[in-house]
């Protein structure tokens, strides 16, 4: 299938000097839950602010939906929809006249129909008629994906949708980003919360110092660079890892109770039976053991602070 944007070889240099986006090539899937990951600063704004058409690129294209979001401008915008970080919007207006509004900025007839339907899919039906100032956070919130969805685009751009927004509202929006994509819109999101993306990405993204360093498949990333850890309480405390286990990868807890086994999630465990055998030769007795699966959390950090 071919890919609903297609990103090559793009670059951006800032008047100042700095060189925020480096050689990026990239191709998002119609359809798919898109996470782009990367610590502040890392070029994840100007990347989305190119293709929506704010930033202009020092080289490289971007085709979306079949336009050069150049040559082709107002076709490739309208078919991309941009939720921002910052919400901005006329806080004395009504839900209705401001969502009304930005379909207007895109030369697109009134439809109420599709306001409508866009308002009531995002439970906004009831405040259609309230002033934004008289909101909550969460529906102010829900208002700027209204605002982005009111042109009918194909894409739907979420800058840090659930950034500061309590744990409640986090799993509303997320239910509502994947009522979305159920509904065929192309979702490309950023964030900081590598929890956000483990639940709901399709395939992620990072991005460092300018540079995609990875795209991947969540679930293979998870399964390639995940590790698993194998912890035993022990029934008596050690006062060292004894030379006997010395050739298994293993840690001692400071107060010598829990003795920890850490391998890599790729490979079959056949670790398990030897390394209990040579527990036993050593009368090293167990009370309880339990494994824990590496988060998405854990495998970004490493790649983020790897070098270069
Ligand atoms: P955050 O998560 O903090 O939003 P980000 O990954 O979105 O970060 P960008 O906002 O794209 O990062 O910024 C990338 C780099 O480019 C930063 O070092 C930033 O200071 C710089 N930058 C952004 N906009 C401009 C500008 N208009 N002029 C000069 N430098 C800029």
Not at 77 to 102: C, K, M, N, Y
Not at 115 to 143: A, F, N, P
Not at 211 to 222: F, N, T
Request: charged fraction near 25%; glycine fraction near 8%.
């Amino acid at each position: 299938m071919q890919p609903i944007i297609s990103i090559r070889g793009l670059s951006k240099t800032y008047a100042s000097g700095h060189s925020a986006l480096k050689d990026v090539t990239l191709d998002i899937r119609r359809g798919e839950i898109f996470a782009l990951l990367g610590p502040n600063g890392a070029g994840k704004t100007t990347l989305i602010s190119i293709i929506c058409g704010l930033v202009n690129p020092s080289t490289g294209t971007v085709i979306a939906d079949g336009h050069d979001i150049i040559k082709e401008f107002r076709a490739a915008r309208a078919r991309i929809g941009l939720v921002p970080q910052e919400l901005s919007t006329d806080a004395f207006e009504t839900v209705w006249d401001t969502v009304s509004f930005s379909r207007g900025l895109f030369g697109k007839a009134p439809n109420p129909a599709h306001i409508e339907k866009v308002l009531k899919d995002l439970s906004l039906w009831d405040k259609k008629g309230s002033k934004i100032i008289t909101l909550s956070g969460g529906m102010k919130r829900r208002v700027m994906i209204a605002k982005a969805l009111s042109h009918e685009p194909q894409i739907l751009f979420l800058d840090e949708p659930t950034a500061g927004v309590d744990v409640e509202l986090r799993r509303d929006m997320w239910r509502v980003i994947r009522e979305l994509r159920d509904s065929g819109v192309t979702i490309i999101l950023t964030t900081h919360y590598l929890e956000e993306a483990e639940e709901m990405a399709d395939r992620v993204g990072v991005i460092r110092k300018g540079e995609l360093i990875l795209v991947e498949d969540k679930l293979d990333l998870m399964h390639k660079l995940g590790r698993k850890e194998l912890t035993l309480h022990l029934a008596t405390p050690l006062a060292a890892i004894p030379a006997a286990l010395s050739a298994h990868p293993l840690t001692l807890s400071e107060d010598g109770t829990t003795l920890t086994y850490t391998y890599d999630t790729a490979g079959s465990p056949t670790f398990i039976a030897p390394f209990l055998q040579d527990m036993a030769a050593a009368g090293i007795a167990f009370n309880d053991l339990q494994t824990q699966q590496s988060s998405l959390e854990e495998i970004f950090v490493r790649l983020v602070r790897a070098t270069p």
